[in-house]
């Protein structure tokens, strides 16, 4: 490839990108987007094991305890707020590098604090980090991954997530094995955070290794570095018409966030800030945070509800496993259908089992158990898959941004409702509320959200331009 910086010679043999180079360099990506995953899992799961110590080691109260817990949140709301203005100006790739030593910085920020105080500073710091990549992660790969793949290589970063969550578990329970009730309290919870930075410095060393995603090249009038990376994932006669497709949506587009309040693209602002809400308020984070608390309200004892806790960290798993099987064979609509369904099933089924008085048999953990698998293989990486494909080139990063914002805020508040809701409601009204929200999350997604399967991305962008005639 030669000539002046936007023109594009070819002097390829189309037969030299073939399929085996282009698997490896979707493996690549795969790696990135896991590592960024498994951080975001760790940082939300590694405060559990820790908070126990923290809670005697800094004398805190109930809401310190809230607090020390929910700050990560409150980072991760500005990450996400960031993100899309930063990685539209700077790259997707620049960005995660950046979130990759926020999130490192975090870490071991988090292991070493003398107070209280400079714990909380150290996790909005990672989470600003954990904010950056759950927008950016996902979307870089909806950006770089052949439309065939894009759902389950998209849906790989919330494989990742609960794979982070579940081996946080394991590796809590390692450490604070490792010593005394003392060596706990003054050591234990010090190391559960700095293992992050292990994560960390591999996502972002691997991050050095990784293309620019061609689309924002594109948008920055760099062709000529798109279409070598687009040649390596779709060959050379496919790498031509992406870059034609991309440079033509562009011209369509103003790039200002009003375009999203325009018709048509209304809809997908709807549909984008929609799932986000909507897969928290359906209550996931609320069982897996309280999830011990819950199985004690069962009639378990401690060591049984953290047994049961492990079971459902490893159904999650197994079941988002099984969705990157289904996303690109079934569909995305279709999976939300079957699982927002069944969720409001299950939590009806729940909230009568503590309504009767019959929590303390099986029933609660094998519905609650129905009820997380049913979330894993369709709002947990579906939504990541929809907001990061839906919204037009040009103004993809912010809008992304602005849905994994309202996502986050969302979890802010459903984590810190939960617990005053189960005490003051009760257990049966909280889940029939969970329960609520998912049957209008499945009218939700029957009456407006489109099916996406195998659309290129700027296929489903003329899909929102058809509406506004």
Same mark, same amino acid.
């Given at each position: ?14 037969d ?6 282009s698997?490896?360099?979707v ?7 896991? $590592? ?33 817990v ?20 700077f ?10 030593a926020?999130?490192?910085?975090g ?10 105080s ?23 790969n909806?950006?770089?991954a ?17 794979t ?14 490792y ?9 234990a ?12 410095f ?15 090249l ?9 279409l070598p ?20 949506? *562009?011209k ?12 048509? $693209? ?18 996931i984070?609320a ?19 953290l ?7 490893f ?5 988002t ?24 099933l299950c ?6 089992? *503590? ?15 129905l ?20 919204f037009?080139n ?22 810190q ?13 909280? *889940? ?11 009218? *939700? ?13 700027e ?11």
């Amino acid at each position: 490839m030669n000539g002046p910086k936007g023109d594009i010679k070819l002097e390829h043999n189309p037969d030299k990108y073939n399929e085996q180079v282009s698997i490896k360099f979707v493996t690549l990506v795969s790696i990135v987007a896991a $590592l960024g995953g498994v951080l975001f899992g760790f940082d939300t799961a590694v405060v559990s094991g820790a908070i126990g110590f923290m809670e005697h080691k800094f004398q805190l109260n109930q809401v310190e305890v809230g607090w020390a817990v929910s700050c990560l949140i409150i980072g991760c709301i500005i990450g996400a707020a960031m993100s899309g203005l930063l990685s539209d100006r700077f790259g997707r790739k620049k960005v995660l590098i950046a979130a990759a030593a926020l999130f490192i910085i975090g870490s071991l920020g988090s292991a070493i604090p003398a107070t209280f105080s400079g714990y909380i500073i150290a996790r909005i710091i990672g989470g600003i980090g954990i904010g950056i990549t759950s927008t950016l992660c996902p979307l870089y790969n909806a950006e770089i991954a052949p439309a065939k793949y894009r759902g389950r290589l998209v849906a790989l970063n919330q494989l990742a997530i609960v794979t982070g969550i579940f081996l946080t578990y394991f590796i809590n329970l390692g450490i604070s094995s490792y010593g005394d009730d003392a060596w706990d309290i003054s050591t234990a919870w010090r190391w559960m955070f700095a293992v992050g930075s292990i994560p960390g410095f591999l996502f972002l060393v691997l991050l050095l290794f990784v293309p620019e995603s061609p689309r924002w090249l594109i948008k920055q009038g760099r062709p000529a570095e798109a279409l070598p990376i687009l040649l390596r994932i779709h060959g050379e006669a496919l790498a031509k018409q992406e870059v034609l497709d991309i440079k033509e949506s *562009f011209k369509q587009e103003t790039g200002s966030i009003r375009q999203l309040f325009k018709p048509g $693209l209304r809809v997908a602002l709807i549909v984008g800030v929609g799932l986000a809400v909507l897969q928290q308020v359906t209550g996931i984070n609320a069982v897996m945070y309280y999830a011990p608390e819950i199985f004690k309200a069962t009639g378990a004892g401690t060591n049984a509800s953290l047994i049961q806790t492990i079971l459902v960290g490893f159904i999650n798993f197994l079941f988002t496993i099984l969705a990157l099987w289904l996303i690109d064979k079934v569909g995305r609509k279709v999976l939300l259908l079957i699982g927002t369904s069944s969720m409001a099933l299950c939590l009806l089924v729940i909230g009568i089992a *503590f309504q009767t008085g019959h929590a303390a048999g099986p029933w609660v953990l094998i519905f609650i158990l129905l009820y997380v698998a049913s979330f894993a293989i369709s709002l947990g990486p579906v939504v990541w898959v929809i907001i990061s494909e839906i919204f037009p080139n040009r103004i993809r990063g912010k809008a992304t941004a602005i849905a994994a914002m309202a996502l986050w805020a969302a979890d802010y508040v459903v984590s810190q409702s939960f617990p005053p809701l189960l005490n003051s409601a009760g257990p049966a009204i909280t *889940f029939w509320i969970f329960g609520i929200m998912s049957l209008f999350t499945f009218f *939700f997604t029957w009456r407006i959200v489109p099916e996406t399967k195998g659309k290129s991305l700027e296929e489903i962008e003329s899909l929102w331009a058809s509406k506004q005639t």
